[in-house]
């Protein structure tokens, strides 16, 4: 099969099935990539997830942009994108064609409350999986707890606190490089 079809079939894969979005998205994307397709590794594809989440954007995209230019570059990040976003978005384009006329319909609505709790699930566990794999020593561990209290509790914008953490960190390299 040729290689541009196979990354397009398997993030349109990715893109046609999956319920709740980028993150929920992560551990499919990672199964398909890094399992089945041995394209890269698992350290590899943490890296392109770190990167992709700092990117602006959409994060399905983004990781199909920087695997599929990882892949076969521009043109392996072209054919990515449009394989991750096409199916999204026609389905998005039926849903919104035929669904003004149920979206008050009580099985509609009881569906969409019971899908949520799945969709929550299916965001927690690549979450969970990512902390396990990322080897987590004291310091990265008390700095994802302080992260996350700080935009849960105080509000902090993410792209401020990855800013300062950018900072310190390669200003703390740059220290220890020096002595």
Same mark, same amino acid.
């Given at each position: 099969?040729?290689?541009?079809?196979?990354?397009?079939?398997?993030? /349109?894969?990715?893109? /046609?099935?999956?319920?709740?979005?980028?993150?929920?998205? =992560?551990? =499919?994307?990672?199964?398909?990539?890094?399992?089945? #397709?041995?394209?890269?590794?698992?350290?590899?594809? %943490?890296? *392109?997830?770190?990167?992709?989440? &700092?990117?602006?954007?959409?994060?399905?995209? #983004?990781?199909?942009?920087?695997?599929?230019?990882?892949?076969?570059?521009?043109?392996?990040?072209?054919? +990515?994108? $449009?394989? &991750?976003?096409?199916?999204?978005?026609?389905?998005?384009?039926?849903? +919104?064609?035929?669904?003004?006329?149920?979206?008050?319909?009580?099985?509609? *609505?009881?569906?969409?409350?019971?899908?949520?709790?799945?969709?929550? &699930?299916?965001?927690? !566990?690549?979450?969970?999986?990512? +902390?396990?794999?990322?080897?987590? #020593? =004291?310091?990265?561990?008390?700095?994802?707890?302080?992260? /996350?209290?700080?935009? !849960?509790?105080? #509000?902090? &914008?993410? %792209?401020? =606190? $990855? %800013?300062?953490?950018?900072?310190?960190?390669?200003? !703390?390299?740059?220290?220890?490089?020096?002595?």
């Amino acid at each position: 099969m040729n290689i541009y079809l196979k990354i397009f079939t398997c993030f /349109a894969k990715i893109g /046609a099935f999956t319920i709740g979005g980028g993150y929920a998205m =992560i551990p =499919i994307i990672q199964r398909e990539v890094v399992e089945k #397709n041995k394209w890269i590794s698992e350290e590899d594809f %943490l890296d *392109v997830l770190a990167i992709s989440q &700092s990117a602006p954007g959409i994060l399905a995209v #983004n990781i199909s942009i920087f695997l599929g230019y990882r892949l076969r570059g521009t043109r392996g990040s072209i054919v +990515a994108t $449009l394989g &991750s976003a096409l199916p999204s978005f026609l389905i998005i384009l039926l849903i +919104a064609m035929f669904f003004a006329g149920y979206q008050d319909n009580p099985t509609v *609505v009881s569906i969409f409350k019971g899908i949520r709790p799945v969709v929550v &699930s299916l965001i927690a !566990v690549p979450m969970i999986n990512m +902390a396990k794999k990322a080897k987590l #020593n =004291i310091y990265t561990g008390i700095l994802a707890a302080a992260t /996350a209290l700080l935009i !849960v509790f105080l #509000n902090v &914008s993410p %792209l401020y =606190i $990855l %800013l300062v953490t950018g900072v310190i960190f390669t200003t !703390v390299t740059t220290w220890r490089k020096r002595k």
